[in-house]
């Protein structure tokens, strides 16, 4: 059976982006379940001749600060239960949100590997910017850009590694 590999984060971090990077031709298959799994998205990629399968978060109800957080937080822990690898995306353009330390610690105490990939990573001050998610307490990012792939190479190196 291939491995899992899903994609966490808060919205507009950028996770379809790079999805659809990692699927390109491929056919995304849209899980219609309702609930928490609405808009989950399933593709198959491989990478160094190593094929996985990628699932992209998404499909939250957007209401309450309150409900947008438990929302977040139910596709996390799903992410936990099915997949055998995170990549937990965060956004350097606007930097440590309070849900990207939310979600964190939910990822902290999980015994998988998590990758934290911090995106839109376009130009050199925004490298340096970058520092700023060690704060998060999850150690080593990789530091990318999904709309051109820069970084992405790495990121994936280490991934397939993992699995
Ligand atoms: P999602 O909600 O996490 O799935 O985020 P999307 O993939 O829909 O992207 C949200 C916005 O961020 C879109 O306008 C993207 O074009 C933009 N975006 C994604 N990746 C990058 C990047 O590497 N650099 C920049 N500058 N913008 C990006
Ligand atoms: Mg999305």
Request: aromatic letters at 8%; proline letters at 2%.
């Amino acid at each position: 059976m291939s491995s899992i590999v899903a994609i966490v984060g808060r919205p507009n971090v950028g996770k379809s982006t790079f999805f659809n990077r990692l699927i390109q031709r491929r056919e995304a298959i849209v899980d219609s379940v309702s609930g928490v799994t609405r808009d989950r998205h399933y593709g198959k990629t491989d990478w160094n001749g190593r094929g996985f399968s990628v699932i992209d978060t998404g499909g939250y109800v957007i209401g309450s600060e309150d409900v947008f957080e438990a929302e977040i937080d139910k596709q996390v822990e799903l992410a936990i239960e099915e997949a055998d690898a995170i990549i937990f995306m965060v956004d350097v353009e606007t930097g440590v949100t309070p849900m990207d330390e939310d979600v964190a610690n939910l990822l902290r105490r999980v015994n998988k590997p998590v990758f934290l990939a911090v995106n839109k990573v376009d130009n050199a001050k925004r490298l340096e910017n970058a520092v700023e998610f060690y704060s998060l307490g999850l150690g080593e990012y990789f530091p990318i850009a999904s709309t051109n792939g820069s970084g992405t190479g790495e990121l994936l190196d280490a991934l397939v590694e993992a699995l």
